[in-house]
């Protein structure tokens, strides 16, 4: 069964600084990759995925994250973090007629 | 984008009642859509999936007879909590399918007493 990990269950990084969120995923494939951020009570949010084609990919908020297929890795980045980016993220991944599966979540915390 | 809502974003209750909770498609067709249940400072666990026109397929562990979920339309899918107890308390969030994709709800939070 595939599964995704995030190592870190809870980061905390001064506003300005950079960011990397980490993710692994265990599947002999290549799954559709994605990254979610869900304030506290809210929904969650896409702020980008990977399908296919450059291996860096931009999203909202000024994230970037990067699929590494050697590292089975799909790792987060920010080069500058606001205190707004406080929040939980998760990494997803997605294989064609199977169910989303949902990494832990890591809880950033932003320092002022 | 894909929008998706839920009703009601909160909900008291009492213990023995029965709770609805709906989640819309506003403005794109979803013939699945997912319901998922989050506890405090944890990941999202997959309840059951909801296919329209046909029963939804529950995940191990999730009781259908409790967790009665309607995918009556393209545009709607509902999930009711019957007999709640404090237990099922909770965060519960859908999500309707396109392609690849999953747009998610805002969340009902769920509050037995």
């Known amino acids: 069964a595939q599964s995704v990990t995030q190592p870190d269950i809870h980061i905390t990084v001064s506003e300005g600084a950079s960011l990397e969120l980490r993710c692994n995923y265990s599947?002999?494939?290549?799954?559709?990759l994605f990254w979610y951020v869900q304030s506290p009570g809210q929904g969650l949010q896409l702020l980008l995925k990977?399908?296919?084609?450059?291996?860096l990919v931009q999203g909202i908020k000024g994230f970037e994250a990067e699929f590494k297929r050697s590292q089975s890795s799909f790792n987060l980045r920010k080069p500058s973090v606001h205190w707004s980016d406080a929040a939980e993220y998760f990494c997803?991944?997605?294989?064609?007629?199977?169910?989303?599966?949902f990494g832990p979540g890591t809880r950033l915390s932003v320092l002022p | 984008g894909a929008v998706v809502s839920q009703h009601p974003s909160r909900v008291i209750c009492k213990s023995g009642t029965s709770v609805k909770i709906e989640c819309r498609s506003l403005?794109?067709?979803?013939?699945?859509m997912f319901w998922y249940r989050q506890f405090p400072k944890q990941s999202l666990m997959l309840m059951a999936t909801?296919?329209?026109?046909?029963?939804?397929?529950?995940e191990q562990g999730v009781e259908k007879d409790k967790f009665l979920i309607n995918h009556a339309s393209l545009t709607l899918s509902t999930l009711t909590v019957t007999s709640a107890h404090p237990e099922d308390s909770s965060f519960y969030i859908c999500?309707?399918?396109?392609?690849?994709?999953?747009?998610f709800g805002p969340g009902t939070r769920l509050t037995v007493t």
């Open positions: 997803a991944v997605y294989n064609y007629g199977q169910n989303f599966v």
């Open positions: 909801s296919n329209e026109g046909s029963k939804a397929t529950y």
């Open positions: 403005d794109f067709q979803a013939t699945t």
């Open positions: 599947y002999g494939a290549t799954p559709y």
């Open positions: 999500s309707a399918q396109v392609s690849y994709e999953q747009y």
């Open positions: 990977y399908f296919s084609g450059d291996t």
